[in-house]
Structures are given as structure tokens and as C-alpha cells.
């Protein structure tokens, strides 16, 4: 009886101890792997070309761990936007002197009749010559960002180029606030006489008055003029926005936004000197007698006629068919 | 000549964070700006994981790059370092930096940011070494003194590496062959233009 129990007691053991081993074997078999569904970084960065994660202090943004596409906007900034701001500027500055070498300052064909009348009010003036002064401010502080370290800091040395262009910064970052004013003025002052119209087609066709030899009638403002308007609208209201969108960061996007920012702002910046170059160059010495009208804010009566010989007659026809006024009252 | 870097074994790192309080203690960097942070990807799920990171020292550095008045320097040991006399903030740095590394005092105050601030491996500045001036804007120079950054010296887990990048992707090249696993090196090939086989 005794002899039966104990051989029980020992099946009973072997069996149990059997079945442990054979349970714990393939967890002793298989070597642990915490790896096997572990983030992977090449992968994570294929997916989304940034990787984000949580961060226990308070700043959130600091949870994008890792995000290369500061790489693209380095070439962008570094090799691409030199390229287009030199072949806009050098190149609209060597059109300009070609073209006044060939063709000179377009001169007043029928003289000075010695009558002059009102173009611009003191307020289109005012309006004009802000948003101008801010324009060379922010243009010249801008390209010093771009253009700066390789042309200007060789010629002056590190501590006075930082010293200029932390004061041209300060300029660039204030200046911008008169310049949106003024082109928001500017947009509402005179989108009257800039709506595209027939008269344009045919002012096109024949040149304009600078590249062609002739005047085509033209209102108030004429097709090159409206051009000019536009771009200042649209270009002046987009370097606002995307300027400001780097000005007061993380308001408005994270960095992926401020790259594209500075890229559509930088662009958009170059190209708006360009254009405001060819816009000085007819404004002074491309055409006799335009400097006037921003300049006085009185054109001559010929000048008038032949550049802008519908907006004559309207005004004209709006004093009552009144002979302009001679601008100087002589002493009776 | 060390090539200084720094490598995160997102394997052992268990985000105590302390890597981020050491940094924000021995260089007396002040409120709001955080050189180094822990940040845990797919928190919660299976494979999560926490990398600690902070400026990277990258080859070829864009931030260096880009900068409008080339205040940024590399020094002999491969550290990127810049100079807050000529930084002007204007973010530029910060639009080009792969790891969100620069950092400024003044986020968002019209485009003033302040000088920008960032990791500098404990190396300090242009300043003379270990200098009043430099410990003011840079923090500590524990490189001049013969010490590594103090975020790797004290971290418990060993997970973060700082010193020359020959040395420290060898011992964990090592840890890799030993436990039979690795995550690889966090942001080598980014910074450096290179990973550790594992």
C-alpha cells in the first residue's frame, strides 16, 4: 500500500515536472527581440519626411524630433534664389541700360506748352512716396540677407555687417508695417483707373509709348501702368503675408510653413525689384516730363496729350470744357 | 583630432528626462529655452521609443549655411559653435536645422527673437575658455576642461553617447552585437551623412 502511494506520489511528480519543462522550452528557444515592432527612423522619415513624437516639456512644438526638409530650403536659399535675384536684378538693370542707350529719354514731341495740369493730389503723393521710401528700405535690407555674407561682409568684416544688418533687420521687421498700409492705400486709391479695358489691347499692340514710337490713347493710367499697379498689389500684399507669417512664427504655421514663407516671399520680393527698377527708370531719366506727375503732382498739358490723351479730354470734359489753368497766375 | 558627436540608444533610453535638467542646470539656460528634450515616439503603442536629442554638430552644418552673417564656427573636434555678437536672430538657422536645435528667447516678439541659443557640447564660445563672459552666454566649457558634456556623463542608462563618433558608434556597435538589436543611431544619417550597420 505504501509501495503503491509512493510510486504515485512519483508519476505524479515526473509528470508535473514534464510538463513544465516542456511548457518553459520554446520561451527558452526563442532569444527576445524588443526590436521587432520597434519605430524605425528611415522608415518613419519615408512616410511623412519628418518624425514627431511627445515631449513632456512645455513647449509642444519641440516634439518634431527630426524633419530634413530644412535641406531643400538650403539649396533653395543658398544656391536657387541667388540665381533668380541676380539674373531679376542684374539682368532688368542691363535691359534698362541697353535700352537708354539705344533709345535715350523719350522726349516731349511737341515741347513744353507751358500749361500744366493736376495728376496726382498731395495724398496720392504722400501715399506714393511712403510706400516707396519703405519699399528701398525693405529692398536693400532684404537683399542684404541673401546678398550680404558673400558680397558685402568680405568688404567690411564680421562685426560691422552684423551691425548693419541687425539695424536693417529692425528696418525690415517695422518698415513693413507703413509699406502693407501703403499698398493697401495704393490698392484702394486708384483701382478705379486700373481696371483692365479695350483701350489696353490696342496701347499694347502698338508698344506703349517707351518701347513704341508712337502714343497710343490711353486713360488715366495706361496698360504698362496697370501692370505696374498689379504687381504692386498683388506682389506688395503677398510679401505681406508671408512676411508677417515669419515675423510672429508658430502663429500661423510650424517651420515647413516658414520655409515655403520665406521662399514665396523671397521670390516674389526679387522679382518686385526687378520690376520697380524698370518702374524708377521711366518714373526719371526714361521719359521727359513723368517725374512730375508724383514729383509736383502737375503735368505738363502736351504731356498729357500725348501720353495720356483720354484722361485729358475726361478731365476737360469734367471742368466743363474750361481751358486748363495756366499753373502760374501772372501778375496783372 | 576627435570628431565630437553624439549618439541616442533609443533602446536604453527610458525618458527620465534628467539628460534635459542636467543641460538646463549646468549652463543656467534660462525659461523657455530647452538646448536638449526627450521626445517619445508612438508613446503608449508597441515599439515605442524615446530619443533624446539636442544640436546634432552636424558635417556640413545648415545652419552654418544659411546663416546671413556666418556667425557659426567649427571648432577642431567637429563642434559646431556660433557667436551670439554677431547673431542678429533672424531664425534662419532654425528654418534650415534638420533637429529643431536653435533656439531664441524671444519667440514670436515681432521678429525681435534675441540671440539665438543652442547646445554647444559644453564647449562654451569664441570667449576665452571657462571666461565669465563665455559661461553668461554659452554656459559651461566642460570640453576645456577635459570633460564630456554632462547630458551623456549622467545619464543613468548609459543610452545617450557624447564624444568622438569613431569611439562611440564602436561601443554601440558593441551593445548591438551583444543583445542582438538596435534601433540604430537617431539622426546620423541627417546630421552626418552616415549610420552604424547593426
Known sequence: ?????????????????????????????????????????????????????????????????????????????????????????????????????????????????????????????????????????????????????????????????????????????????????????????????????????????????????????????????????????????????????????????????????????????????????????????????????????????????????LWLDEENARTDGARPQPSVTAAE | MARMKFLCDADRCIECNACVTACKNEHEVPWGINRRRVVTIEDGKPGERSISMACMHCTDAPCSAVCPVNCFYTTADGVVLHSKDLCIGCGYCFYACPFGAPQYPKVGNFGSRGKMDKCTFCAGGPEADGSKEEYEKYGANRLAEGKLPLCAEMCSTKSLLAGDGEVIAKIYKERVMKRGYGSGAWGWKTAYRETIES
Open chain 1, 1 to 309: 500500500m505504501t509501495r503503491l502511494a509512493r510510486f504515485v506520489r512519483l508519476a505524479i511528480g515526473a509528470s508535473a515536472l514534464l510538463l513544465l519543462v516542456t511548457a518553459a522550452a520554446p520561451s527558452m528557444a526563442q532569444q527576445v527581440n524588443p526590436t521587432a515592432s520597434a519605430v524605425k527612423e528611415q522608415q518613419l522619415l519615408q512616410e511623412l519626411n519628418r518624425i514627431q513624437g511627445r515631449v513632456s516639456i512645455p513647449d509642444q512644438r519641440s516634439g518634431v524630433l527630426e524633419q530634413p526638409a530644412g535641406r531643400e530650403w538650403r539649396k533653395f536659399r543658398n544656391v536657387t534664389l541667388r540665381w533668380i535675384g541676380g539674373i531679376a536684378i542684374v539682368g532688368m538693370l542691363a535691359l534698362l541700360i541697353i535700352f537708354y542707350l539705344s533709345r535715350g529719354m523719350v522726349r516731349l514731341q511737341s515741347g513744353r506748352s507751358g500749361r500744366t495740369i493736376v495728376r496726382f493730389t498731395s495724398y496720392e503723393r504722400f501715399v506714393h512716396w511712403m510706400t516707396a521710401t519703405c519699399f528701398i528700405v525693405l529692398a536693400i535690407s532684404g537683399l542684404n540677407v541673401t546678398f550680404g555674407r558673400p558680397l558685402l561682409l568680405p568688404l567690411i568684416g564680421h562685426e560691422a555687417f552684423s551691425a548693419w544688418s541687425q539695424w536693417a533687420k529692425y528696418a525690415h521687421n517695422y518698415l513693413s508695417f507703413p509699406f502693407t498700409i501703403g499698398v493697401l492705400l495704393i490698392f484702394v486709391m486708384w483701382i478705379a483707373g486700373n481696371i483692365p479695358n479695350r483701350v489696353d489691347v490696342d496701347w499694347l499692340k502698338r508698344g506703349g509709348g517707351i518701347v513704341g514710337h508712337d502714343h497710343p490713347p490711353a486713360y488715366r493710367f495706361n496698360a504698362g501702368q496697370k501692370a505696374v499697379y498689379w504687381i504692386v498689389v498683388v506682389g506688395g500684399l503677398l510679401v505681406s503675408a508671408t512676411g508677417y507669417e515669419l515675423m510672429f512664427p508658430f502663429y500661423l504655421s510650424g517651420i515647413e510653413g516658414m520655409q515655403i514663407a520665406q521662399m514665396v516671399h523671397a521670390i516674389v520680393a526679387v522679382l518686385f525689384v526687378g520690376v520697380m527698377l524698370a518702374h524708377i527708370y521711366i518714373g526719371t531719366i526714361g521719359m521727359e516730363g513723368a517725374f512730375e506727375a508724383m514729383g509736383s503732382g502737375t503735368v505738363d498739358v502736351n504731356w498729357a496729350r500725348e501720353h495720356h490723351s
